[in-house]
């Protein structure tokens, strides 16, 4: 079992241009979910599906930021036109649906910076 | 909006010695309580979950109390070691069907030799 797979692990991207992250949760999980670190906010929860559908967003910004979850095997989350606010560990985690306690594994998480 | 508050943001403990970190939650219908290891560049490692209330659970070195009464959520690293010098985490689930967690802000522990 490989673990969640975040990809790239580093990103560095110029101020306004758009930046995908990749997401292929642990096989046979069917919640995933997104989050956020920074040093100043820590850890904060931007989205997650269920069984590929959105299910609640209300950590995301409402500006610039999507996600979406097309298949079983993978989720991207898209920010578009970067800020250097938006600089910061991305952390994808997944878990068992059946598991209502919904222990999440996460990924190593991608380091975006914005120049 | 609901809060989880964690203490201390910092601690510095000889090895040997315990490490307390206590985490307070407003949320009254939280429901699962977990807490996370995350040292230098790696993602976050899960140390334990609980969900019963004043419940007391041991790990390998550490002892993990759940006060719902209270809202209070501890961990206790017993005769700690320089390889548990990492960040700390609390999280709770605020629900209990199935949801995100809601982080604490963390602790960064250092273990002297």
């Known amino acids: 079992n490989a673990g969640v797979i975040q990809t790239p692990r580093h990103k560095v991207t110029g101020k306004g241009q758009e930046a995908t992250l990749w997401c292929e949760p642990i096989?046979?999980?069917?919640?995933v979910f997104w989050y956020r670190q920074t040093i100043v906010q820590g850890l904060e929860f931007l989205t997650y599906f269920r069984n590929q559908a959105p299910i609640d967003d209300s950590g995301m910004p409402k500006e610039r930021f999507s996600a979406q979850m097309p298949n079983q095997s993978h989720s991207t989350l898209k920010i578009q036109s970067t800020q250097p606010q938006d600089s910061a560990v991305y952390l994808c985690?997944?878990?068992?649906?059946?598991?209502?306690?919904?222990?999440?594994?996460f990924g190593p998480g991608t380091r975006l910076t914005v120049l | 909006g609901e809060q989880v508050e964690q203490r201390p943001p910092h601690l510095s403990v000889r090895e040997g010695d315990s490490a307390f970190i206590t985490c307070t939650y407003t949320?009254?219908?939280?429901?699962?309580f977990f807490w996370y290891k995350q040292e230098p560049g790696a993602s976050l490692q899960l140390l334990m979950k609980?969900?019963?209330?004043?419940e007391i659970n041991e790990g390998q070195g550490f002892t993990v109390l759940l006060n719902k009464k209270d809202k209070r959520l501890s961990l206790n690293l017993t005769a700690a070691h320089p390889g548990d010098s990492a960040a700390y985490f609390c999280a709770v689930s605020p629900s209990n069907s199935g949801t995100y967690q809601r982080f604490g802000t963390g602790t960064k522990l250092q273990v002297v030799p």
């Open positions: 949320d009254p219908n939280s429901y699962y």
């Open positions: 096989s046979g999980h069917s919640a």
């Open positions: 609980v969900f019963s209330s004043t």
């Open positions: 985690a997944s878990s068992l649906v059946r598991d209502i306690s919904y222990e999440q594994y």
